[in-house]
Nanobody
């Protein structure tokens, strides 16, 4: 069992930065593929960034060059550094942990989410 707790959200002005953290409890953190999703009001949930257990990263096009996902397995934590924030980045950001056996999805866990609001 893994519990995920996000932190670091808040209200910022356009162009500013935030760093989200997702702390995982339980064992086996390094074996999980981790990701950040976001959901804006009235919109579908969107995959923002992922980092594999081996450290490979991927990003949705709208955040490439602005957001960076990273993980610290010693601290059981995954981060999302968000720079040059835009009003369209406003959403609830949720942390996700997925366990795969090879390429086969096995199970996953979700955090509760943290609100990010970008507004002047």
């Amino acid at each position: 069992q893994v519990q995920l707790v996000e932190s670091g959200g808040g209200l910022v002005q356009p162009g500013e930065s935030l760093r989200l953290s997702c702390a995982a409890s339980g064992s086996g953190f390094s074996s999980y593929a981790m990701g950040w999703y976001r959901q804006a009001p009235g919109k579908q949930r969107e995959l923002v960034a992922t980092i594999s257990s081996g450290g490979m990263t991927s990003y949705t096009d709208s955040v490439k060059g602005r957001f960076t996902i990273s993980r610290d397995n010693a601290k059981n934590t995954v981060y999302l550094q968000m720079n040059s924030l835009k009003p369209e980045d406003t959403a609830v950001y949720s942390c996700h942990a997925g366990y795969y056996r090879g390429s086969l999805f096995q199970y996953d866990y979700w955090g509760q989410g943290t609100q990010v609001t970008v507004s002047s």
